[in-house]
DNA sequence: TGCCCGCATTAACCCATGTTATTGACCGCG
DNA sequence: CGCGGTCAATAACATGGGTTAATGCGGGCA
C-alpha cells in the first residue's frame, strides 16, 4: 500500500484493464512514468487556474483533487487523482487552466511534457487508445459525481465516493485484501462531496456504526465491500473496468 | 431563434470561436451536419444505458439531456446537449453506454457513423483540432456542473445554469439580442440543479421578481445579463471561448 | 522533547430546501 | 371542439444538513 516499491507499475497495471500492452508500449509507460520527478506537501499547488498549461502528471503516489473555486471562497474538489492516474492528456489544446490541482496529502508526481507524451505514443498506437480509455473513463467519472452531488443523501454520498476510491486504488494495485490507505482529511472529503466538514464527520461515524467502514491510522478497513457498495448505491459500470471481457477482480494481485 | 433555416451552420459558427476553418474544414462540417436527420419528441430516449455506441450525434435544433438513474428512480441532468453540439466524438472506444441521453423538447439531430466521422476529419486536422476542443470544453462544463451541484444555493445554480446556456446559444447563433427560446420544463431544470421542481418554480419566480429573468410562451429574456451573472456567480472562463484572441461578443452577428 | 496548529468530535440551534397535496392552465390529440 | 394528461403555482408542514462554537488530540517542526 503506497510503498513506492512499485511505483512504475501503477499506470501499466491500470491500462492493461483495457488492453493488453506490449513490451514496447509498456516500455514507453515506464517511460512516462519516469519523467522529471516532483514531490508535494499536502496542500500545495500542483497548477493553478490561469496557468498556460505545461505538463501532463502522472500520479506516482498519494492523492491530489482538481478544484474550483466560488469568488467568496467556498471550494469544491471535482475530481481525485490516485496513483496511476493521468491529468488529461489532451490539455494543451486549450491556452490557460480553468481550475486548480492541488495535494490532498504527500504525493508524488512525474511531470511529461508534451514532447515526452508524444515520444511515448507515436509509434505506439495501443498505448494512445488506452490512455484515450482512460481519458474517458475519466469524464464518466466526473458525470458519476454529478449525479453524486445532485441526488445522493450525505450517507449515500459518502459511501459512494469510498467505494469509488476502493475500487480505483484496487485496480492501480494498491489495496491489501479489504484494506487501503487513506490519506485525506474530512476536509477535502467534504469538499468533495459538497457537505460540511461537520456533516462529514457525523456520516463517517454513521457508516462506522453499521459496520460498513473501520478507520485507523489513516488506514481504511471496509469489511463487507457488497454492504457498502448497496449503502453508496454504487455499481461500477461507470468505470468500464470489463473492457475485453475483464471482470473486476474479487481480490487484487 | 431555431427557425431552422440556417441549421448547418451551427457547428461551423461555434468550432470558427476556436480556429478559422478552411473552406474544405467548413464543407466536411457542413457533411456531417447533413448525416442521417433524425427527429424526437421531447422525452424520447436518443440513447439508452447499455446500448453499444453506434452512432456520434449532433444536435440540429431543441434540447437534448444526458442523464443518469439511481435504482430507485432520482434520476439526474449530468449535461445539456444544445444546437451545435456533438455528443461524444471519442465514444467508440467503450464498449458500452454508461448512461441515458433523451430528448428534453422536439428534437432534430444528425446520427454519424464512425465512417462518416473519420471520413469528415481524416484529411482535415484543424478540423479535427477544433472537435478536440470541443470536448475538453464539454469535460470543463462537466466540472463546472459539480462545482454548481455541490456548492451555490438554489438561485445562484438556476442563475448559473440559465447564464450558461443562453452563452452556449449565442456562441451557436441561437439568440436575438438578449432573447431565446427556453424550450424545457422545469422538471427538467429541476433535473439538472438537483431540486426539486417545487423549489425551481420557487427560484424563477425569485429571479423574475428581481427582474433578473423574464419568461412567456417560452421565450427567455435576459434584461441584464451581467446582473444575472453575478446572481449566479457565473463567469465564461471555462466555457473557453477566447482561444485566438476572440472574445464573447456582447451581441450575436 | 515540547509546542502549536490543524484536524476531528460534539452539541445546540436554525434554515434552506424537500414533501405532499391541491388547483388551474394549457396543449396536443382524437 | 372537447378531453385527458402534463406542467406550473401555491400552501402548509417536515427535515436533512448547515452553522457556530467549544474541546481535545496528535503529529510535524523548532
Redesign the pocket.
Known sequence: MGDGITVSNVLIRKLERYTRLSQVDRDACHALSCSRPRHY???EDVVREGDRPEFIYLILDGWAGRYKYLPDGRRQIVSFFLPGDICDINIFVLREMDHFVGALSRLKVAQITRGDFETATLDNPRLLQALYWDTLVATAIQREWALNLGQR???E?VAHLICEAFIRLRVAGRTVGNRCDWPI???ALAEAS??????V??T??ALAAQGLIEME?RTLHIPDLDALMQAGLFTAHYLHLDHEGRHIDSNEG
Chains 1, 2 share one sequence.
Open positions: 506537501r499536502a496542500k443523501s450525505a450517507l454520498r482529511t474530512q476536509i459538497g457537505l460540511t466538514p461537520v456533516h464527520s457525523r463517517l461515524q491510522n
